[in-house]
């Protein structure tokens, strides 16, 4: 067996190919909200492939105990904490396998379609090769350090061959199946819109084309940050899963408790009356289209519940999965949060949400 994460009671362990294919599903998933799953699919299932190596297995079963102390094969598995590479292996695979397939589609290297094509595949490498690490430099002038040194890094360090020889039939069959697919095609039309000239009818620069293929690689980043963590920590706290898959939003309900709270604030004065005035037009503007809309009110002016009343008809109308609140002091965000909670929570709803 290929351990992937020691299991608390020195039996169960974790295999890689299962940790593999559930961070493959995850990653897959939340790529899915910018049709990108086939792309996270890839990187989940590629994130760990050095873990297949005898370097990585002799390390993990020394700290585990499969291999006693007294085995001549036995290592320090303190000493060596955090120093066994086991995410190059998977971004070579990945990148030389994809660099195969863009080599023959797209002989001219010159080519916008090209140079799409190579920043893709760079950025999903990037991302498998980083995520024990935050995204690495891929600069020029860090290529002694950076993503280049990654990619070439010898076969001795990164043990490809040997994982590549190793991994479950299951796993490499996968892989191979996904580079064959549409994920080519599927993922160049997004860097392609992301990179156009012109963009809702205005010029794009080279600078915000840049930036667009950033926030892609750091979307992607974390979509494989988020699936790895979530399946190592359902693995030691098994339990946490099935609450997670019971936490679907009931958007119907949390807006029947905030028109009960919203109908029930006195409008008793001329400012009480503003305020109304305010969150019903915010109430009006809940069903409009997806985008960026901005409420400037002073203070004093009802935006918490104004807001708030807009964000739950808006999730419910568009049935998105939460409602993000980003605000730059710790303080206020503990004054919303009660406001919130005062609004739509009741007794027993931890229990049953």
């Known amino acids: 067996m290929f351990i992937a994460h020691p299991a608390k009671d020195g039996i ?40 297949y190596s005898q370097a990585f297995q002799t390390y993990i079963k020394s700290a585990v105990g499969l291999i006693d102390s007294g085995d001549e094969k036995y290592v320090n598995a303190q000493v060596l904490k955090g120093k066994v590479d086991h995410s190059t292996a998977g971004a070579q695979w990945l990148f030389n396998n994809l660099l195969a397939v863009i080599s023959k589609q797209y002989p001219d290297r010159n080519s916008v379609q090209a140079q799409h094509a190579f920043a893709l595949i760079q950025g999903l490498a990037q991302c498998v090769a980083s995520h024990h690490s ?39 069959d996968q892989a191979n199946a996904l580079v064959a697919s549409n994920l080519l095609d599927d993922s160049l039309s997004f860097i392609k819109m992301i990179s156009a000239d012109k963009q809702n009818g205005f010029k794009t620069s080279d600078l915000s084309q840049s930036f667009n293929l950033g926030l892609y690689i750091k979307f992607m980043f974390s979509c494989l940050i988020d699936a790895d963590r979530i399946s190592s920590a359902d693995f030691d706290f098994p339990q946490n899963k099935q609450l997670r898959e019971q936490l679907q939003p009931d958007w119907k309900l949390a807006c029947q408790r905030a028109e009960t709270f919203f109908s029930e604030l006195k409008v008793n004065n001329a400012i009480n009356d503003i305020r109304n005035k305010i969150s019903k037009n915010c109430f009006e503007k809940a069903n409009e289209p997806q985008g960026i809309y901005s409420l400037t009110v002073p203070t004093g002016g009802g935006k918490t519940y104004s807001s708030l009343r807009y964000a739950l008809h808006h999730a419910k109308v568009h049935q998105l999965d939460r409602i993000i609140y980003i605000i730059p002091f710790t303080s206020i965000i503990d004054q919303n949060a009660q406001a919130i909670r005062e609004v739509i929570e009741q007794e027993g709803d931890s229990s049953s949400w």
Do not use: M, P, W, Y
Request: proline fraction near 0%; charged fraction near 25%; aromatic fraction near 6%.
């Open 12 to 51: 169960n362990h974790q295999s890689v190919k299962e940790h593999l294919f559930e961070v493959h599903d995850l990653a897959g998933l939340f790529a899915s909200k910018i049709n990108q799953q086939q792309a996270g699919c890839l990187i989940g299932l590629l994130h760990d492939f050095g873990k």
């Open 134 to 172: 935050g995204l690495i430099d891929s600069l020029e002038s860090s290529i002694s350090t950076g993503f280049i040194r990654r990619i070439k890094k010898e076969d001795e360090k990164t043990n490809l061959a040997e994982c590549i020889q190793h991994a479950d039939k299951e796993t490499v």
